[in-house]
């Protein structure tokens, strides 16, 4: 499929609006694709996004339930979080699942990467399915409030079609493992 290689876009000047530990927001002072001047902001995320589909031999997985700060509501969604960007995406999946669930899994495997919102956003998105699993202790962190549930992935499925489960990290895990189940590929 044919694309254009080089930027359409031209930046003037850019200017750091905010930053913190996790993001950093920046305006930019542009001439867009049309020749037009304009703004552009971008939130830079310091950390790679990362989410976990862990699977047992039964087909259940386990969805993870906490009050959202940003959302100001409920939300449940697959083990995930953030890893550092000098850290390999993998030990950061493996500790985020301990951390979240208290599951160790033997088997690993990168299912998807993705732009979680590449409008207004760098952020990126690696999601796992985790395998032969093994229970120890959770050990959430200090603004974590958990709830952890051991659900059928077809439930889980479902939730995902009737709207129960709204993060676009899950969603997306969670469609990608339904595509796999029917092409055979699990």
């Not at 995406?89 to 669930?101: F, I, N, Q, V």
């Not at 990168?110 to 952020?123: A, F, G, K, P, Y």
């Not at 051991?150 to 493992?177: H, R, S, W």
């Not at 339904?178 to 590929?185: D, F, I």
Request: aromatic residues 10%.
């Amino acid at each position: 499929m044919y694309h254009p290689k080089e930027n359409p876009w031209q930046i003037k000047s850019e200017a750091e609006i905010y930053d913190n530990p996790w993001i950093n927001v920046t305006e930019y002072q542009v001439i867009n694709p049309s020749g037009n001047p304009g703004i552009y902001g971008k939130v830079h995320f310091k950390n790679i996004a990362i989410g976990i589909i862990p699977l047992d031999e039964e087909m259940n997985t386990y969805l993870v339930g906490q009050y959202r700060f940003t959302l100001n509501q409920y939300s449940w969604e697959i083990p995930e979080g953030g890893g550092a960007l000098n850290i390999d995406p993998l030990e950061s999946a493996k500790r985020e699942l301990l951390e979240e669930t208290g599951l160790k899994a033997s088997e690993w495997k990168e299912i998807q990467r993705m732009h979680l919102s590449n409008s207004v956003t760098d952020e990126l998105c690696i999601i796992y399915l985790a395998k032969g699993l093994q229970q120890f202790e959770a050990e959430p962190e200090d603004t974590e409030d958990l709830i952890v549930n051991k659900v059928p992935f077809q439930e889980v499925y479902q939730m995902v079609c009737n709207g129960t489960i709204t993060d676009c990290l899950a969603v997306a895990a969670i469609l990608k493992i339904r595509l796999m189940q029917l092409e055979n590929t699990l």
